[in-house]
C-alpha cells in the first residue's frame, strides 16, 4: 500500500484544480440569450452579457440570441418561464439567470465565471 495516494483515498475521481482550471482556460464557454424582441430589457440584456464575456471571457465564447417572438417554441428546449433568461450550456454545470444581466457581479457569481477570472490572475 505504499503507493496509494492518501490524499485522494476515499474521494470519487475528479481532476486537480489546476487540470479543471486549465480546462476552463481552453473552453468557448456557450450561452443562450433568450429575449422578445428589441425591447429595452432584451436590448441592455445583450449589451450587458458582450460586455462582460469581452472583460471575462477573453473571446472564448458564443452567445447565440433567441428571439422568442420569432420562435415561441424554443423556450420548451430550456424550460423558459421569463424573459430576458440567459443559459450557460458549456461548461457545465448548466446555469440560468434571468434578468437584464446589469448587476455584473451576480451574473459572475452566476455562471461561475469569477473562478475563471481569479485563476487567470493569480498566475499573473
Known amino acids: 500500500m505504499d503507493d496509494v495516494d492518501e ?7 475528479e481532476p486537480m ?3 479543471a482550471e486549465s480546462r476552463d482556460e481552453h473552453t468557448t464557454w456557450q450561452l443562450r440569450l433568450y429575449v422578445a424582441g428589441q425591447t429595452l430589457k432584451s436590448v441592455a440584456a445583450i449589451s ?4 462582460i464575456c ?5 473571446s472564448k465564447y458564443k452567445i447565440d ?13 430550456d424550460d423558459i418561464v421569463a424573459i430576458p ?3 450557460k450550456t458549456i461548461p457545465l454545470p448548466l446555469r440560468k439567470i434571468i434578468g437584464d444581466l446589469s448587476d455584473t457581479e451576480n451574473v459572475l ?6 473562478k475563471v477570472t481569479k485563476a487567470k490572475d ?3
Open 7 to 13: 490524499k485522494n483515498v476515499g474521494k470519487p475521481n
Open 17 to 19: 484544480a489546476e487540470e
Open 48 to 51: 450587458n452579457l458582450s460586455k
Open 54 to 58: 469581452e472583460k471575462h471571457l477573453n
Open 65 to 77: 440570441v433567441i428571439d422568442l417572438r420569432r420562435e415561441p417554441k424554443l423556450a420548451q428546449q
Open 85 to 87: 433568461t440567459l443559459v
Open 109 to 114: 457569481v452566476g455562471l461561475d465565471i469569477e
Open 122 to 124: 493569480e498566475r499573473k
